[in-house]
């Protein structure tokens, strides 16, 4: 049964970091291209930040230079360090995995608040 598991949101101060992380089941993972959306309250979905199986990595500009997307195929997790955090970056934080279908993790809250 394939599963993403998104521990690692929580609650942290403008210019703070955080590593999100998730740990993939169920696929064959180093076949996957995977990604970290995000949701903010009453916009839509968008995606931060992807890594391919190739490890080429594409992010959006707004988190261009903060955000690093990562993978460890043995470990079968892609991670995303991010560092400088807005406000903005308030989100429910998604993990996306893509190769002939869509599968998607749980999400998770990022919450940046003084």
């Known amino acids: 049964q394939m599963q993403l598991v998104e521990p690692g949101g929580g609650l942290v101060q403008p210019g703070g970091s955080l590593r999100l992380s998730c740990a993939a089941s169920?696929?064959?993972?180093?076949?996957?291209?995977m990604a970290w959306y995000r949701q903010a309250p009453g916009k839509q979905r968008e995606m931060a930040a992807q890594?391919?199986?190739?490890?080429?990595?594409t992010y959006t500009d707004s988190v261009k230079g903060r955000f690093t997307i990562s993978r460890d195929n043995a470990k079968n997790t892609v991670y995303l360090q991010m560092v400088s955090l807005k406000p903005e970056d308030t989100a429910v934080y998604y993990c996306?995995?893509?190769?002939?279908?869509?599968?998607w993790g749980q999400g998770t809250q990022v919450t940046v608040s003084s």
């Open positions: 169920g696929i064959t993972f180093n076949m996957y291209t």
């Open positions: 890594i391919t199986r190739l490890y080429t990595t």
């Open positions: 996306k995995a893509t190769a002939f279908t869509d599968y």
